[in-house]
C-alpha cells in the first residue's frame, strides 16, 4: 500500500535530546515536497502549536493531548473532546488517593482535554493507569508516557485519531505510517502495523510490527517503497 501520511509521536521519536536531527528535518521536508502529509501526535497539551512554530517545522496536522484536540497545519480545529467538569474532578480525587504521586492536574472551570499525573516510576504510572481504567470503566481512556499518565475520554487515543486525520485529507484506512517509541504509542502502532524506533521503550520495540532506525529513515524507505511500486 502507498503510504500517503506520516503520524509520529514527538517525546522520544522525533524529538530526542531537546532537537529534531538535521537529517529529519529534511527526510520530512521531501516527503512534504512529493506531495504526502506529515503531521505529530503526542500527548501534549493545545500550546504545543506554538512550540512546532518555534521549532520551524513544517506539519499538515497536529493530533494533541493523545487524540483529544486535533488541528490542521494552521491551526484550526479538526476535532475536539473535552472532559466533562464533573468527570475532571472526579479524576482529581481518584488520583489524590495516590500518597507517592508527583504532580496531578486540579480543576480549575476551565475546558480541559486531557487530565495529567506524574509518578515516580514508570512502574507506578502503569498500575495506576490500569486501576483508574477499572474504576472508570467506559468513561476514560489512560495512556502512559514515561513517569506520566495522560487521561482522556473513553474513545479518545492515538490509533483513533489518525482514523481521524485519514478520513480529514480522504485517504484509506491504511494509507499511515505510524511511528512511536512508548507505551502510549503502542495501540496506536499495532492498530496501525507501524513502527517503533529502534530506541524506543524495549517492551513497545518488541511489540512493534516494524522498526525503523528514525522518522528520517522511515520517510526516504517509504518514498523509496512506494516510487518502486509506481
Known amino acids: ?13 522525533l524529538y530526542i535530546k531537546c532537537e529534531i536531527s538535521d537529517f529529519d528535518r529534511n527526510a520530512i521536508d521531501l516527503w ?10 503526542t500527548g501534549r497539551g493545545e500550546d504545543f502549536k506554538d512550540t512546532v512554530k518555534e521549532l520551524g517545522l513544517g506539519v499538515d ?8 484536540y486535533i488541528v490542521d497545519g494552521d491551526g484550526n480545529i479538526i476535532y475536539t473532546s473535552p472532559i466533562d467538569g464533573e468527570l475532571f474532578k472526579a479524576l482529581e480525587s481518584a488520583f489524590r488517593a495516590y500518597k507517592d504521586i508527583e504532580y496531578f492536574s486540579e480543576y480549575d472551570g476551565s475546558v480541559r482535554y486531557q487530565f495529567y499525573a506524574t509518578f515516580p516510576s514508570v512502574e507506578r504510572a502503569l498500575g495506576a493507569a490500569d486501576e483508574l481504567s477499572v474504576k472508570f470503566a ?3 481512556s489512560a495512556f502512559v508516557n514515561g ?3 495522560n487521561v482522556g475520554n473513553a474513545g479518545t487515543g492515538k490509533a483513533e ?4 486525520i485519514l478520513k480529514h485529507f480522504g485517504l484509506s484506512e491504511d494509507a499511515a505510517a505510524v511511528v512511536g517509541d512508548d507505551y502510549n504509542d503502542l495501540l496506536m502502532i499495532k492498530e496501525h502495523l507501524g513502527w517503533a524506533v529502534r530506541s524506543g521503550v524495549p517492551a513497545v520495540t518488541a511489540q512493534a510490527p516494524n522498526i525503523c532506525e528514525s522518522v528520517g529513515d522511515l520517510a526516504l524507505t517509504l518514498l523509496k517503497k512506494n516510487d518502486s511500486e509506481v
Do not use: Q, W
Open 161 to 164: 485519531s489518525v482514523y481521524i
Open 32 to 41: 512534504r515536497k512529493n506531495g504526502r502529509f506529515f503531521g505529530i501526535v
Open 1 to 13: 500500500m502507498d503510504k500517503r501520511l506520516i503520524a509520529t509521536d514527538f517525546d522520544g521519536t
Open 138 to 140: 467506559g468513561k476514560i
Open 147 to 149: 513517569r506520566h499518565v
Open 61 to 68: 496536522y497536529l493530533i494533541l493531548c493523545n487524540g483529544s
